[in-house]
């Protein structure tokens, strides 16, 4: 577990026993906490608190009063989660999950989609659904659920599935990189499991004597216009993970602004982010594009949150003849300031599943 360096580890609530298996672990994790702290005597120290009975004290090792759980706990090197096995566990036994693994059993593939499940619940139920997976109507999420129409129901869950995806978009390099993050794809408008599947195909089809897109635009080739018009603002382009500067920042690539609407974007960042306006710089390519990724660092959004938007529309509308902005330019403020912003509550300190629904 040193060797992988796991942060994370989840037990399927298949029985009761599942609540000693994790306290096994935690005291597992507990003690390797303890020779990371101290590294000579850790060893000796872990064998006493495996010992002690009372291992959630604060003082966990009474013959030790100056060892303290906080301390102890900032070593401790995996976090141990109870998980609902219940989605996995059905999805192991589908043709989708046979093809995707044919050398695991039905056990591996549950503890591999459990795990996948705890890391981001939206990407693996996404995953986990399709033709040759799991059908939505098959989700275990209500006892009553099967008393509504089917067909109402399952419109219901795949807009709100639609919905989840389109807050947090869909990295494209990633879903070319990774087969089960890929199928996100499935749930962004105007693609569904056909199109997403032959436009990650096509893609990689091509990857072997071109280079990937690493555009929306460059996405025209592989959709048809109207596919690409609705699709195409829940994609997103990240650039390579540099440490520091500006252009750390997602750019327009990275945030929920249609492409149709960048010049617009690009014209306010850059003219909020003049700093003297008695001289007016170029409107370059180069210019614009960096007044982007300035205005989504902190300094940038402060500025950009002091834009009087209604009066800059008149003036946008007026002058440069656009046509009337005046309800998209602060969307693309917010969007500037959080790009795909995931609101998503994390797990909390007891996980998926808590000792009240265990």
């Known amino acids: 577990m040193q060797e992988t360096r796991c942060e994370a580890v989840a037990i399927g609530t298949c029985d009761l026993l599942c609540r000693k298996f994790k306290d096994e672990m935690e005291t597992l994790a507990f003690g ?7 590294p000579e005597q850790g060893r000796e120290y872990a064998q006493a608190y495996y010992r002690v009975s009372s291992r959630m004290d604060e003082n966990p090792l009474p013959e030790m009063p100056s060892i303290s759980r906080a301390e102890i706990e900032a070593h401790v090197p995996f976090k141990v989660y109870l998980a609902d096995e219940t989605v996995p566990r059905l999805w192991a036994v589908t043709t989708a999950a046979s093809v995707e693994h044919p050398e695991a059993s039905a056990a591996q593939r549950t503890a591999l989609s459990s795990a996948r499940l705890l890391q981001d619940p939206l990407v693996e139920s996404a995953h986990c659904i399709g033709p040759t997976g799991l059908s939505l109507l098959r989700l275990p999420l209500h006892p ?11 419109r219901a869950l795949e807009a709100e599935m639609v919905l989840g995806v389109c807050r947090i978009g869909v990295d494209f390099g990633r879903a070319l990189a990774h087969e089960h993050y890929g199928k996100m794809l499935q749930f962004v408008p105007g693609l569904g499991p056909r199109k997403a599947a032959r436009l990650l195909r096509d893609v990689i089809a091509q990857s072997a004597t071109k280079s990937a897109p690493e555009t929306r635009e460059q996405l025209r080739g592989f959709l048809g216009p109207s596919v690409w018009c609705n699709a195409v603002g829940f994609i997103k382009f990240l650039p390579p993970d540099v440490p520091g500067g500006l252009k750390h920042a997602p750019g327009l690539e990275g945030c929920r602004v249609h492409p149709e609407s960048y010049r617009f974007a690009r014209k306010m960042c850059f003219d909020a982010m003049q700093e003297d306006e008695d001289e007016e710089a170029a409107e370059t390519e180069e210019a ?3 007044a982007v990724f300035a205005a989504m660092s902190d300094k940038g959004t402060c500025t950009m949150s002091q834009l009087d938007l209604e009066e800059y529309a008149d003036h946008l509308q007026r002058e440069e003849g656009t046509r ?22 994390g797990w909390g300190s007891q996980g998926p599943v808590g000792h009240k629904r265990l």
């Open 324 to 345: 009337a902005l005046h309800a998209t330019l602060p969307d693309i403020r917010t969007e500037l300031a959080h790009p795909f912003e995931d609101r998503r509550s």
């Open 144 to 154: 009553l659920m099967r008393t509504l129409p089917e067909e109402e129901l399952e």
């Open 288 to 290: 614009l594009e960096e």
């Open 32 to 38: 390797m906490g303890l020779m990371a702290a101290y």
